[in-house]
């Protein structure tokens, strides 16, 4: 059985103390550094599939590595980030101070309670976990360029844990998560790992392998 990879998006222009969400930012030059990165480390694995989050800052993430592999990547919708409504742009002082009741409610029941116009967690998990199904079918390896929110719905459902519990997981912008999807559901195999650790990863599982 081969592995998914999930890369989280390199580093966002005007993301900082922002609601970011489904907001379309491009990376920054820093981001665009990870994300040449990210080709160097693993553009020449033997990927068998690639995709991406329709949000510009996952497929300028994805695109040097896909040039160097010379594949297309097929843009999910599951893998975008949690779509934050009313909120996104704000800042998150402003977020409270001018959505008091809803912030409080989001913050008494992160999984179920959405921002106005927004998605839950639950939601959000809904829809990933479909674009993880997708992913396990085949064909692997693959990696998959997406969002914070979305890794970490995935890690509740891989490590069962509750969605109240998400933000216990920092994935790291440029970094990566690695499952190994089998009969009794997906294994977490790498957590924040850098493109290099992938390598050896990738290179360790396919001497398993043989």
């Given at each position: 059985?081969?592995?998914?990879?999930?890369?989280?998006?390199?580093l966002?222009?005007?993301?900082?103390?922002?609601?970011?969400?489904?907001?379309?930012?491009?990376l920054?030059?820093?981001?665009?550094?990870?994300?040449?990165?990210?080709?160097?480390?693993?553009?020449?694995?033997?990927?068998?599939?690639l995709?991406?989050?329709?949000?510009?800052?996952?497929?300028?993430?994805?695109?040097?590595?896909?040039?160097?592999?010379?594949?297309?990547p097929?843009?999910?919708?599951?893998?975008?980030?949690?779509?934050?409504g009313?909120?996104?742009?704000?800042?998150?002082?402003?977020?409270?101070?001018?959505?008091?009741?809803?912030?409080a409610?989001?913050?008494?029941?992160?999984?179920?309670?959405?921002?106005?116009?927004?998605?839950?967690?639950?939601?959000?998990?809904?829809?990933?976990?479909?674009?993880?199904?997708?992913?396990?079918?085949?064909?692997?390896?693959?990696?998959?360029?997406?969002?914070?929110?979305?890794?970490?719905?995935?890690?509740?459902?891989?490590?069962?844990?509750?969605?109240?519990?998400?933000?216990?997981?920092?994935?790291?912008?440029?970094?990566?998560?690695?499952?190994?999807?089998?009969?009794?559901?997906?294994r977490?195999?790498g957590?924040?790992?850098?493109?290099?650790?992938?390598?050896?990863?990738?290179?360790?599982?396919?001497?398993?392998?043989?």
């Amino acid at each position: 059985m081969g592995l998914i990879v999930l890369v989280r998006h390199g580093l966002t222009e005007g993301a900082a103390g922002r609601a970011v969400g489904r907001l379309d930012l491009p990376l920054s030059e820093a981001g665009r550094a990870q994300a040449a990165d990210l080709a160097a480390g693993l553009g020449d694995a033997a990927w068998a599939a690639l995709y991406a989050s329709p949000l510009a800052r996952a497929r300028e993430t994805l695109a040097p590595l896909a040039r160097r592999a010379g594949l297309r990547p097929a843009l999910l919708n599951g893998l975008a980030e949690i779509s934050l409504g009313a909120w996104e742009g704000l800042a998150w002082t402003d977020i409270r101070a001018r959505f008091p009741a809803q912030y409080a409610a989001r913050g008494r029941d992160l999984a179920h309670c959405p921002p106005p116009g927004g998605e839950s967690f639950a939601d959000l998990a809904g829809r990933a976990n479909a674009a993880l199904d997708a992913l396990a079918a085949g064909p692997l390896p693959a990696l998959a360029a997406t969002h914070a929110g979305v890794i970490r719905v995935l890690l509740a459902r891989v490590l069962d844990l509750p969605l109240s519990g998400v933000f216990r997981f920092a994935p790291g912008e440029g970094l990566c998560t690695v499952l190994e999807p089998g009969p009794a559901g997906p294994r977490l195999a790498g957590f924040n790992l850098t493109p290099n650790q992938v390598a050896e990863v990738l290179a360790g599982h396919e001497e398993e392998a043989v």
